[in-house]
């Protein structure tokens, strides 16, 4: 039997400073051997956001102790490996830096190769982790930064149908948790609030649901949460809008995944299972992962969930993400410098900006 791989994963590209060990099963699925994953939380809470210069520093002053709290719990050696993964983008450039020169050096030092890799691309194929999936499946990206719908044909072939054209989703559940004063991070945050509350009580806009395609817009919501939040009187009143939020994020990313399915059946017309992945940090949301099920049903797609461990930010899934690339000998070598911006389909439209028309 072939050699099973083991990889060390770094991510340092935003808040979360993690590093994993990840062994591969030979059956496309992986064993996480550690995940250690150390949050941001209390130096960015007071700012109510991530601030890159603090995150970085916090990154320098951890990642040597996360990497080796991550070998240890592994059981392995830098000698056990067969090779370095690192997120070098899309990210926050400052930070990215951190754990590219250390994934850099420990290789280098170590004589292991190094993979430079997309963060997306991580998300993309974290749930294939703990599911067997085959390619092509249609892939829900919801986190951030980022919020798009592709089709992941093959790893490294990823075809974008939709993004948004303004606020991602974890952005406008972190904006609206600002508003609301609900606390930080605001996801995890306007969840807990909004079961206090009636998700029927406010009514608010879906920008663009009815026309272009499966792309999405969240501005708009968020400007009115702000506008209906000068209103509220009560904390009921609070949890109200909160829920009611999250019931509109939820009626929007139903429609759209609806379009998206269509167009996937469209462009992918062979008869095998069609799966529906949803990725990313927002896709840690029990009410969207429940509204997506429903969906999924209604469309005949098999819905696929990474376990939360997986949802947010973590070094498995770049550690994972560098094993597949190994195996199919796609080193990412001209993409070794860290980038803000690296998306996964080049040939995508960047739909963001003044005068856009859809
Ligand atoms: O993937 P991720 O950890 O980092 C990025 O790549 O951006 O996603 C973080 C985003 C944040 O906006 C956070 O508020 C959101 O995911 N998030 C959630 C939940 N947990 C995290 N949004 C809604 N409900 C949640 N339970
Ligand atoms: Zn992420």
């Known amino acids: 039997m072939e050699k099973k791989l083991t990889f060390l994963g770094i991510e340092t590209s935003c808040d979360e400073t993690a590093a994993s060990v990840v062994q591969e099963n030979g059956d496309g ?16 809470e007071k700012f109510g956001g ?54 850099k050096s420990i290789a280098t030092f170590g004589k292991k190769s190094f993979l430079p890799i997309n963060h997306l691309e991580g998300h993309a194929l974290s749930p294939s982790i703990e599911n067997k999936i085959s390619f092509p499946y249609l892939l829900l990206l919801v986190s951030g930064g980022h919020s798009q719908y592709l089709i992941v044909k093959d ?3 990823y075809k974008q149908i939709g993004t948004t054209i303004d606020d991602a989703v974890g952005e406008a559940f972190d904006k609206t948790a600002k508003i609301l004063n609900l606390g930080y991070p605001g ?35 968020k400007t009115d949460v702000l506008r209906k939040s000068k209103n509220i009187r009560s904390n009921q009143d609070k949890y109200n809008l909160a829920a009611s939020f999250q019931e509109t994020i939820n ?18 017309s062979n008869n095998s299972t069609k799966s529906f992945v949803v990725a990313g940090g927002v896709a840690a949301n029990e009410t ?20 939360k461990e997986f949802c947010g930010d973590n070094a498995a899934m770049i550690a994972w993400a560098g094993i597949q690339r ?29 005068g856009l028309k859809l």
């Open 29 to 44: 699925t992986a064993k996480v051997l550690s995940n250690i994953v150390s949050s941001q939380i209390k130096e960015h």
């Open 50 to 103: 991530v601030v890159p210069e603090i995150a970085a520093r916090a990154h320098v002053e951890n990642i040597d102790f996360i990497i080796q709290k991550a070998l240890d719990k592994s059981r392995k050696k830098i000698k056990d490996l067969d090779g370095i993964a690192a997120t070098t983008g899309p990210g926050l450039v400052v930070c990215l830096h951190v754990g590219y020169n250390i994934g």
């Open 155 to 157: 790893l490294n072939n």
């Open 187 to 221: 996801g995890p945050s306007v969840e807990k609030f909004a079961k206090l509350g009636n998700k029927n009580s406010y009514i608010l806009p879906q920008p663009i649901i009815n026309r272009a395609g499966c792309n999405l817009s969240l501005a708009g919501l």
């Open 251 to 268: 009626k929007i990313l139903r429609k759209k995944t609806e379009v998206a399915m269509n167009k996937f059946k469209e462009e992918v």
């Open 288 to 307: 969207l992962r429940k509204s997506l099920k429903e969906i999924s049903k209604k469309m005949s797609f098999k819905p696929i969930f990474p376990s």
């Open 326 to 354: 190994y195996r199919k000998k796609l080193f990412n070598k001209k993409n070794e410098t860290v980038r803000s911006r690296w998306p996964l389909d080049k040939e995508a439209p960047f739909l963001k900006g003044p």
